[in-house]
């Protein structure tokens, strides 16, 4: 694979269209995803930063298989995903998001949660301790609900069940965001020995510049759907060239002592 490019998306589009009034056939187009193009190596991650509705967590779908585009190209592995089954994409890439509670169904345990992610395997029960093991939870937790978890635990959670698919490739939207402070460190710490101990790559999504571009390799910047600027961590944060970028900048709060 050249440069060891393990994901690869050239100029993507996506429009939703919505109507101007209701009960009229007049209809508005919104181009939530403009010409974005980035890159993802092997063990690297990139950060993916804007405002709301600049068309992040729209464009993460896309790669992840979730939504569907208008055109453009996304690789991975020097292969199209259109070339790829559904199952063979969720064993490529996996989605975190934000709120774990919301994607973990109330009414399954954890263990069933897990292992209907990975139901074309066999030990299943196995497999699911292990994946729990890999994230700081002990294997009690395969008879447990959802409910009976903090938020810090579920985000745990929704992370094994992407391990459990052995996939390569994780997208994680704002997955600290609703998190007490010292607990988001943990689940960052958490990405970085999983990045370690098994290769893994992440695109993460974050309002939080900072966050970023302590963990990130590169960063892309998104405004109105675009991608406005794109590059290597410290040059974004330390001579950002876009004035969008320079303005996301200097509205991050200074702490003085």
């Known amino acids: 694979m050249l440069n060891n490019l393990i994901l690869k998306t050239v100029n993507v589009n996506k429009n939703f269209f919505i109507e101007k009034i209701f009960f009229s056939n007049k209809t508005a187009t919104i181009r939530a995803v403009d010409n974005a193009s980035i ?21 993460a779908k896309i790669i992840a298989g979730l939504m569907d585009y208008d055109s453009g190209e996304i690789f991975i592995d020097d292969r199209n995903i259109e070339n790829y089954s559904r199952y063979e994409l969720s064993k490529k890439i996996q989605m975190i998001f934000q709120d774990p509670f919301s ?7 954890i263990g069933t949660i897990i292992k209907e992610a990975i139901k074309a395997k066999k030990n299943l029960d196995n497999i699911a ?6 994230v700081g939870l002990s294997s009690d937790a395969i008879q447990k609900y959802p409910h009976q978890f903090s938020g810090g635990q579920r985000q745990r959670i929704a992370i094994a069940r992407a391990l459990a698919t052995e996939a390569e490739i994780i997208i ?14 943990q689940i960052m710490n958490l990405f970085f020995d999983l990045k370690k101990n098994l290769g893994l790559s992440y695109i ?4 939080d510049l900072n966050l970023l571009s302590a963990v990130s390799d590169n960063i892309a910047i998104m ?14 944060m330390n001579r950002p060239d876009n004035p969008y970028t320079q303005k996301l900048i200097s ?3 200074v702490i003085n002592v």
Request: hydrophobic share 35%.
């Open 39 to 59: 890159e993802l190596k092997k063990g690297e991650i990139v950060g993916l930063a804007g405002e709301s509705g600049s068309g992040k967590t729209t464009l």
């Open 103 to 109: 994607s973990l169904n109330p009414k399954l345990s």
């Open 129 to 134: 301790v292990n994946v729990l093991n890999m």
């Open 172 to 185: 994680a939207d704002e997955p600290v965001s609703s998190l007490d402070i010292s607990v988001q460190a």
């Open 204 to 207: 993460i999504i974050s309002h």
């Open 223 to 236: 405004q109105n759907g675009k991608i406005i600027e794109y590059g290597q961590s410290d040059k974004i």
């Open 251 to 253: 509205a991050i709060p």
